[in-house]
């Protein structure tokens, strides 16, 4: 239970950070920090993705049911999206962001 708060705390702040910045930004602090893309999107997928929330650039919270399915039909069916729901998009790729879903390097 501890763990998975100190993890939540961490995503929060990270997700307040990466909403803050441009979209390039959001992407060096990405790769800076560790973070890999757990897949990675071709350009018409980006290009989806990003007029999903148009008013958000980058950072996306997903809301709604239909959101839900259009990003597991981009990430394919090996990929099982899991909660909270929260990614983040740059041209790199999509980082998924939550307590069971951060993904930092293994050294």
């Known amino acids: 239970e501890y763990i998975k708060l100190k993890n ?3 995503v929060d702040r990270i997700l307040n950070k990466l909403a803050r910045m441009e979209f390039k930004e959001a992407e060096i602090y990405c790769v800076s920090n560790g973070f890999i893309p757990t897949y990675i999107p071709t350009d018409v997928e980006l290009d989806l993705l990003t007029r999903m929330r148009p008013n958000a650039s980058h950072n ?3 809301k709604d049911a239909e959101e839900k399915d259009a990003l597991f039909n981009l990430v394919q069916k090996d990929y099982i999206v899991k909660g909270p729901y929260n990614y983040h998009l740059t041209p790199l790729g999509i980082f998924f962001l939550g307590p069971d879903t951060l993904e930092e390097k293994s050294q």
């Open 8 to 10: 939540l705390e961490q």
């Open 60 to 62: 996306i919270y997903l």
